[in-house]
């Protein structure tokens, strides 16, 4: 019965799941290794290490050229996601981790805009019923946390950053649309820690710290999940219009949440409640959308 369930749900989606699961891991594993006064640069670069020895063997199995065909667009590709991927790792740092998830997952707007102006991806009416709930649910979620008057007030530039990283990840997804119809996922993935780690380290000039035994596993774990998730989100994209798979990765939303409570005891409030179920209304919009088309 469960296998029948498992294999009913569309490939992408199947892939975008794993994705969504991965990354919600890695964000946890971030937040645990900056409790080691481990610098966001220090924990970037160490991402792009492992993810660029994993992209590298992965690359040299299959027996494909390295550098790819677009190199400009895949370099743009990297740096754009780089970028992207500090503001991130600076929001998680600093903010809950689901609501620096939340805040985070506004790129799917971003990526179907983008990809309706660059691609001329038709918006579908399911895509667009599932971002307005999902963007909804992120208000009702967000908005008590963000209130002038309220009890616990968000860091204003933490928030910032994190918008500025969903714009960013929306911009790279649409580029990696662009990319899979001449690129393997594997050269793809392969550009973003190529870029992320001389970056970082650059960024990170003298403020590196000696990480110990505990905080070395987690930034091992920040890489491979991430890898896991960055081989998700590729396959999702190349098989599926970029908007709708993008709308539907915001079940890692609900990933980082039930993650906030077991590991850092950040109970959910019932804005947060609510916000879930509607993220999960359109999610479901989305899926039974895209099934009778």
């Given at each position: 019965m469960l296998q029948n369930f498992f294999l009913s749900i569309p490939i992408s989606l199947r892939f975008m799941l794993l994705s969504a699961f991965s990354f919600a891991l890695m964000t946890a594993c971030v937040k645990l290794v900056?409790?080691?006064?481990?610098?966001?640069?220090?924990?970037?670069?160490?991402?792009?290490?492992?993810?660029?020895?994993?992209?590298?063997?992965?690359?040299?199995?299959k027996k494909i050229a390295v550098w790819g065909n677009h190199k400009v667009l895949l370099i743009s590709r990297g740096v754009v996601g780089t970028?992207?991927?500090?503001?991130?790792?600076?929001?998680v740092t600093t903010l809950p981790l689901a609501e620096a998830t939340l805040l985070q997952y506004l790129y799917p707007v971003f990526t179907a805009l983008l990809a309706f102006f660059f691609l001329k991806e038709r918006i579908q009416r399911s895509t667009l019923?599932?971002?307005v709930l999902c963007l909804t649910g992120l208000l009702a979620m967000v908005q008590p946390n963000l209130a002038l008057n309220g009890e616990a007030v968000l860091p204003w530039f933490s928030v910032f950053v994190a918008l500025l990283g969903a714009l960013g990840s929306g911009t790279a997804y649409v580029i990696v649309k662009r990319l899979s119809k001449?690129?393997?996922?594997?050269?793809?993935?392969?550009?973003?820690?190529?870029?992320a780690l001389p970056l970082s380290l650059i960024l990170l000039g003298n403020d590196f710290v000696?990480?110990?035994g505990e905080a070395l596993i987690l930034l091992l774990f920040v890489g491979i999940f991430t890898?896991?998730?960055?081989?998700?989100?590729t396959k999702a994209m190349q098989t599926e219009v970029a908007g709708k798979v993008s709308a539907f990765s915001y079940v890692q939303v609900l990933f980082s949440t039930v993650l906030g409570v077991?590991?850092?005891?950040?109970?959910?409030?019932?804005?947060?409640?609510?916000?879930?179920?509607?993220?999960?209304?359109?999610?479901?919009?989305?899926?039974f959308g895209s099934k009778k088309k």
């Amino acid at each position: 019965m469960l296998q029948n369930f498992f294999l009913s749900i569309p490939i992408s989606l199947r892939f975008m799941l794993l994705s969504a699961f991965s990354f919600a891991l890695m964000t946890a594993c971030v937040k645990l290794v900056s409790t080691h006064n481990i610098p966001v640069f220090e924990i970037v670069a160490a991402r792009g290490l492992i993810s660029l020895l994993i992209s590298y063997v992965d690359i040299k199995r299959k027996k494909i050229a390295v550098w790819g065909n677009h190199k400009v667009l895949l370099i743009s590709r990297g740096v754009v996601g780089t970028l992207a991927l500090i503001c991130v790792y600076y929001a998680v740092t600093t903010l809950p981790l689901a609501e620096a998830t939340l805040l985070q997952y506004l790129y799917p707007v971003f990526t179907a805009l983008l990809a309706f102006f660059f691609l001329k991806e038709r918006i579908q009416r399911s895509t667009l019923i599932c971002i307005v709930l999902c963007l909804t649910g992120l208000l009702a979620m967000v908005q008590p946390n963000l209130a002038l008057n309220g009890e616990a007030v968000l860091p204003w530039f933490s928030v910032f950053v994190a918008l500025l990283g969903a714009l960013g990840s929306g911009t790279a997804y649409v580029i990696v649309k662009r990319l899979s119809k001449t690129e393997d996922s594997s050269v793809i993935i392969f550009y973003f820690p190529l870029i992320a780690l001389p970056l970082s380290l650059i960024l990170l000039g003298n403020d590196f710290v000696m990480p110990d035994g505990e905080a070395l596993i987690l930034l091992l774990f920040v890489g491979i999940f991430t890898q896991v998730g960055q081989v998700g989100l590729t396959k999702a994209m190349q098989t599926e219009v970029a908007g709708k798979v993008s709308a539907f990765s915001y079940v890692q939303v609900l990933f980082s949440t039930v993650l906030g409570v077991f590991i850092f005891n950040e109970i959910p409030s019932v804005w947060t409640l609510i916000g879930g179920i509607l993220i999960i209304l359109g999610a479901l919009i989305n899926v039974f959308g895209s099934k009778k088309k």
